[in-house]
């Protein structure tokens, strides 16, 4: 889901995500709740260009709901899968871009 937030000061349009989280699933990958509220917290205070900014989460008895930036890039673990192969050297130079 995206929705369109106010302006920000320069008059632009922000654009905000939803992203919905089944906490099945989180269950069924042995995943406790208390360890994903614990990344939640840790996620909403990166401030990094290289990751998908996290403004608000919360819950309700079957889902967690995350509110985000957009992300125009697409999935990266998609586009690692597309990657022609490569030297570990090379591989470790991209991860380090990435990463930076």
């Given at each position: 889901v995206r929705h369109k937030t106010l302006r920000d000061k320069d008059n632009h349009s922000r654009f905000r995500v939803c992203k919905i989280i089944s906490k099945a699933k989180a269950k069924q990958a042995n995943t406790p709740e208390s360890k994903v509220r614990e990344?939640?917290?840790v996620l909403k205070q990166l401030d990094h260009p290289n990751v998908l900014r996290l403004f608000e989460d919360f819950e309700d008895?079957?889902?967690f709901y995350l509110v985000t930036e957009t992300c125009r890039g697409g999935d990266l673990?998609?586009?690692v899968k597309c990657l022609e192969?490569?030297?570990?050297f090379t591989y470790e130079r991209w991860v380090g871009k990435v990463l930076q």
């Open positions: 990344e939640f917290a008895e079957e889902n673990s998609e586009y192969p490569m030297d570990a």
